[in-house]
Nanobody
Framework: QVQLVEAGGGLVRPGGSLRLSCTVSIASQSFFRDYAMAWYRQGPGNQREWVAT???????YYANSVKGRFTNSRDNAKNTVYLQMNSLNAEDTAVYYC??????????WGQGTQVTVSS
């Protein structure tokens, strides 16, 4: 069973930055490096939405709402993906999750990490 552990969230002022991490604790390196990963978020009262994807080859895709502000990356040796979030605003407040990209089979969801943007 694949276990996903998100970390790095917290309280940040508008305009601030955070870097989230997602560690795949069970999957082997050979497995992890061959598959794409994605970030999702769910704000208060909202449905979970797709945020970003990074492919096995390192290509990245972003939702329009975060394009130009968020950067997805990965460290295959650590079985970890990162989401660098800059220029944060109140609309970015949400619980952030990682998982398989849309259109593929999801792993069991982790607990996510809370990001709160507030002055």
């Amino acid at each position: 069973q694949v276990q996903l552990v998100e970390a790095g969230g917290g309280l940040v002022r508008p305009g601030g930055s955070l870097r989230l991490s997602c560690t795949v604790s069970i999957a082997s390196q050979s497995f992890f490096r061959d598959y794409a990963m994605a970030w999702y978020r769910q704000g208060p009262g909202n449905q979970r939405e797709w945020v970003a994807t990074i492919t096995a080859g390192g290509m990245t895709y972003y939702a329009n709402s975060v394009k130009g502000r968020f950067t997805n990356s990965r460290d295959n040796a650590k079985n970890t993906v990162y989401l660098q979030m800059n220029s944060l605003n109140a609309e970015d407040t949400a619980v952030y999750y990682c998982n398989a990209p849309p259109g593929t089979d999801y792993y069991s969801w982790g607990q996510g990490t809370q990001v709160t943007v507030s002055s």
